[in-house]
């Protein structure tokens, strides 16, 4: 199975600030990755596709890079409504795997 | 809009078969351009994929070696719902269940899943 290995944990910024999470595969999935959202009790929301194809209806904020093992999403000018936990999740092979995911708090 | 809409018993006991229902509207189990993902996620064990079923003129049915021996994944094209059954349920199998849907961008792959149900909490307990 391919792990993915997600960091900060957790982080804390201040509204319109810049954040980076990276996400880092234990071996090559090409583009292969997206990243979601998750707000507590709430279905998780699609953000990116294909590690920098932004979903339909995500915010434009909101922006992917990487390819082979090594990925970022990367938060700009952060809204109180970001808060949330974000996950990445491999889609080269099955079994699919995720993230442990990293917390954003707003401060 | 896609709406999924998850159902089914939030508390079974140990040795039971767990059975879940996802609804579908705004689109078609049958659709070939989508396949139809379960996935739960605890706090012990994160977020784990267990399995997909898609139709493609026959249906195709891909599980997690974790939970092979147990799980069903069932479409029901005449309720336009996908169904999932574990059987032989510990109190390890507690988690939120949610059904997901791969949309079919390249054909021949694994898709990227574009839209999540709201997900149904399932407690395995004595």
Redesign the interface.
């Known amino acids: 199975d391919i792990q993915m290995t997600q960091s900060p944990s957790s982080l804390s910024a201040s509204v319109g600030d810049t954040v980076t999470i990276t996400c880092r595969a234990s071996q090559g999935i090409s583009n ?1 990755l ?1 990243w ?1 959202q998750q707000k507590p009790g ?5 953000l990116i ?2 590690a920098s194809s932004l ?1 339909s209806g995500a915010p434009a904020h909101f922006s992917g890079s990487g390819s082979g093992t090594d990925f970022t999403l990367t938060i700009s000018s952060l809204q109180p409504e970001d808060s949330a936990t974000y ?1 990445c ?1 491999q ?8 993230g ?2 990293t917390k954003v708090e707003i401060k | 809009q896609l709406q999924l809409q998850q159902s089914g018993p939030g508390l079974l006991k140990p040795s039971q078969t767990l059975s879940l229902t996802c609804a579908i509207s705004g689109d078609s189990v049958s659709s070939d351009n989508s396949a139809w993902n379960w996935i739960r996620q605890s706090p012990s064990r994160g977020l784990e994929w267990l399995g997909r079923t898609f139709y493609r003129s026959k249906w195709y049915y891909t599980y997690a070696v974790s939970v092979q021996s147990r799980i069903t994944i069932i479409p029901d094209t005449s309720k336009n719902q996908v169904s999932l059954q574990l059987s032989s349920v510990t109190p390890e199998d507690s988690a939120v269940y949610f059904c997901a849907r791969e949309v079919t961008l390249l054909r021949g792959v694994i898709n990227p899943i574009d839209y999540w149900g709201q997900g149904a909490q399932v407690t395995v307990s004595s």
Not at chain 1, 42 to 46: I, L, V
């Open positions: 292969s997206v979601f709430k279905a998780p929301k699609s596709y294909a979903q996950y999740q889609y080269n092979s099955h079994p699919l795997t995720f442990g995911g």
